[in-house]
């Protein structure tokens, strides 16, 4: 058996695969929402962007077999301060965008709005986002100014007219909260898997043909195979990491996050920075492994992601 093949993410591996196995034991609305991106988009006018996509009856957005969130990359008026730190809280700070005919967008598509529309298929609070230093002091109308820095993993709040669009728990009706405690309330990941429709999403699995997640020796020796075939190289960032000394930094990854689906188009090799960026969990490998693999990259000249 060939030592290079890596253990060291296995629990933290099962744990993730306990974390995805709960949607599934629901029956009807649930998708295998594949996520080989995070995939982005970027678009100058609203209606370009919106012209790519299909839209089901509630206004959720699709395209390439995926559900889609829409925000804004460069907005005029964030600050770095306000995104790292109250970003759901900030007037100054864009929504996020759930659906493609609320309000908000209604208006923008109106004006045909030239903004950096950004359309993400991770279905996360996890957004990047460009601010600015500090705010210009004297405007009436808000302006940044300074230095820019695009800020990673910005938990930006849901948009308020998408919520009312889609009357998320009732909240045309239910007046109690603020509109800061349904941003805080709303969980995006749990309402796309309860309202993405079927038809515009295909499932490779149900429940009833979901294959047994486990490590067994088919993943072994596809993932040997995969490893040597494809030199040792993380796919999403190009690193090199075929001496032997750096091996372990490459990991088999299940796309799909269905760790008993060994079909070759489930495997990809990440290495340990990008199975971080991309898989759900956000610490797999040693912290000294994942340290070796930062100092590979920088060797390498090549993008850190987590
Ligand atoms: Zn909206
Ligand atoms: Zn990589």
Same mark, same amino acid.
């Given at each position: ?199 515009? +999403?295909?499932?490779?699995?149900? &429940?009833? #043909?979901?294959? @047994?997640?486990?490590?067994? $020796?088919?993943?072994? !020796? ?27 930094? +490459?990991?088999?990854?299940?796309? &799909?996050? #269905?760790?008993? @689906?060994?079909?070759?188009? $489930?495997?990809?090799? !990440? ?36």
């Amino acid at each position: 058996m060939n030592k290079n093949i890596q253990f060291l993410g296995l629990d933290n591996l099962i744990k993730k695969m306990g974390a995805t196995k709960i949607p599934w034991e629901l029956d009807q609305n649930i998708s295998n929402i594949e996520l080989t991106g995070p995939v982005e988009y970027t678009n100058t006018t609203i209606n370009s962007v919106l012209e790519d996509f299909e839209m089901d009856d509630k206004g959720i957005m699709y395209k390439d077999g995926r559900a889609w969130i829409l925000y804004i990359m460069e907005p005029k008026s964030a600050t770095i301060d306000d995104l790292k730190n109250n970003p759901k809280e900030s007037d100054d700070v864009p929504r996020y965008h759930i659906t493609g005919n609320c309000r908000t967008m209604e208006g923008m598509r109106n004006k045909n709005r030239k903004d950096r529309y950004v359309t993400t298929d991770l279905l996360i609070e996890k957004f990047n986002v460009w601010g600015f230093e500090r705010k210009k002091k004297g405007f009436r109308i808000f302006g940044g100014e300074g230095k820019r820095e695009k800020i990673p993993n910005v938990a930006l709040g849901v948009c308020i007219h998408c919520l009312q669009r889609v009357n998320y728990n009732k909240i045309k009706t239910e007046k109690k909260k603020s509109n800061l405690e349904w941003r805080e309330d709303f969980d995006v990941e749990k309402w796309f898997r309860e309202n993405i429709q079927e038809k515009f +999403i295909k499932p490779k699995y149900t &429940s009833k #043909n979901y294959p @047994d997640p486990g490590y067994g $020796n088919k993943f072994r !020796l596809r993932a040997t195979e995969l490893k040597v075939r494809n030199n040792w190289t993380c796919l999403h960032c190009k690193l090199n990491c075929s001496k032997p000394r750096y091996r372990n930094l +490459i990991h088999c990854d299940h796309k &799909s996050g #269905n760790t008993g @689906d060994n079909s070759w188009e $489930n495997l990809r090799l !990440l290495c340990i920075d990008c199975h971080r960026y991309l898989g759900q969990n956000k610490t797999v490998g040693s912290s000294r492994d994942f340290q070796q693999c930062v100092s590979l990259k920088k060797v390498q000249n090549i993008r850190i992601f987590s």
